[in-house]
């Protein structure tokens, strides 16, 4: 059974940085390209970014709000994916989602609080 | 970036009923080299993560009811509930993964 279960998220200040993490099981994490996506409270769906499977050359892509700021990794010996969000803004504030692919499988989420 | 537009923003359906949600790309989503659209729907019931329901515009995700169906090409996609049940209440997104970033639909709210 794929599971993915998100920690790391908590309230910081504005300008502050935070990390989180998704640790998988149940499918071969290392062939995966993995995608984070976030929803602010009460609002839809937003794609953050995406790493590939280090055979696929392990780069990583990001949506424009972000870019510059946030980056993605991944440690497939941990089975773990990461997202590394710097200078945060209040409009970050939202649940953050680790996604196998584009959406096969979705965590529960960790929520992110950035808030003076 | 692609812009997904979805219609309506919100629909009321009875029981039993047909749901009908439409979802609009400002691109063609669809790859000519294997004439597959990359397009897909997702269910989000409160307080839950979203679910795949529909891939490649018209493909069951496993487990899904057969009562969901995705149909489309191009640039203009659906996707029905045929007969709508009380455990379909839920946010229905549609996405674009045919280039990055990946889009998502606004979201349309049904409800009973």
């Known amino acids: 059974e794929v599971q993915l279960v998100e920690s790391g998220g908590g309230l910081v200040k504005p300008g502050g940085s935070l990390r989180l993490s998704c640790a998988a099981s149940?499918?071969?994490?290392?062939?995966?390209?993995m995608t984070w996506v976030r929803q602010a409270p009460g609002k839809g769906l937003e794609w953050v970014g995406r790493?590939?499977?280090?055979?696929?050359?392990?780069?990583?892509d990001f949506a424009a709000p972000v870019k510059g700021r946030f980056t993605i990794s991944r440690d497939d010996s941990k089975n773990t994916l990461y997202l590394q969000m710097n200078s945060l803004k209040t409009e970050d504030t939202a649940v953050y989602y680790c996604?196998?692919?584009?959406?096969?499988?979705w965590g529960q989420g960790t929520l992110v609080t950035v808030s003076s | 970036d692609i812009v997904m537009t979805q219609s309506p923003d919100s629909l009321a359906v009875s029981l039993g009923e047909r749901a009908t949600i439409n979802c609009k790309s400002s691109?063609?989503?669809?790859?000519?080299?294997?004439?597959?659209?990359?397009l897909g729907w997702y269910q989000q019931k409160p307080g839950q993560p979203p679910k795949l329901l529909i891939y490649?515009?018209?493909t069951r995700y496993s487990g899904v009811p057969d009562r969901f169906s995705g149909s489309g090409s191009g640039t203009d996609f659906t996707l029905t509930i045929s007969s709508l049940q009380a455990e379909d209440v839920a946010v229905y997104y549609c996405?674009?993964?045919?280039?990055?970033?990946?889009?998502f639909g606004q979201g349309t709210k049904v409800e009973i």
């Open positions: 149940g499918f071969t994490f290392s062939n995966a390209w």
């Open positions: 490649g515009a018209s």
């Open positions: 691109q063609s989503v669809l790859y000519s080299s294997n004439n597959k659209n990359y």
């Open positions: 996405q674009q993964y045919y280039s990055t970033p990946r889009t």
């Open positions: 996604t196998v692919g584009d959406g096969d499988y």
């Open positions: 790493i590939k499977s280090k055979t696929d050359g392990g780069t990583t």
